[in-house]
């Protein structure tokens, strides 16, 4: 489990590069309001925009499912909990106004750049027109 990076790995670096070079601007592991020890992956906060890019395994995505077998109970309980805490933060940060958006490590990362910013897009526009009314 250590070899696990909470951050900067491939799938976001890959989506974050991107991103970058689109001319986007972000912030990279943004705390969630109100939750010490929990961080969005990819923040736009002007626009409230939370990106999450799952692993999964910590995840439990539903094509790639697969249970370890040596203490199995434990990772059972172990992955629906990280499920439970991604449906609370998700509710938490729409709560709040924010958009959320959550994709999978093994989405390619151009149809999750495509889909970021065309959201953004629309985000702020929405923000342009609201400012002007």
Same mark, same amino acid.
């Given at each position: ?19 970058? *070079? &689109? ?5 990279? *592991? ?6 010490? !020890? ?19 395994? /910590? ?13 199995? &109970? ?8 990280? #499920? ?7 509710? #938490?940060?729409?709560?709040?106004? /924010?958009?959320?958006?959550?994709? /999978? ?16 897009? &629309?985000? !702020? ?9």
């Amino acid at each position: 489990m250590r070899r696990t990076r909470r951050r900067d790995n491939g799938p976001e670096l890959a989506v974050r590069r991107r991103l970058h *070079a &689109a001319g986007l601007r972000y912030r990279v *592991a943004y705390p969630v309001p109100g939750q010490r !020890r929990r961080t969005i992956d990819i923040a736009f906060t002007r626009v409230r925009l939370a990106i999450f890019i799952d692993g999964c395994f /910590w995840h439990s995505c539903p094509e790639h499912l697969h249970h370890p077998r040596a203490n199995s &109970a434990w990772w059972v309980v172990k992955l629906e909990t990280n #499920q439970l805490r991604d449906l609370s933060v998700t509710a #938490q940060l729409e709560g709040m106004g /924010w958009t959320v958006l959550r994709f /999978w490590e093994h989405e390619p990362a151009d149809d999750v750049v495509r889909a970021i910013a065309g959201t953004w897009s &629309a985000l !702020r526009h929405d923000l342009r027109r609201q400012s002007r009314a």
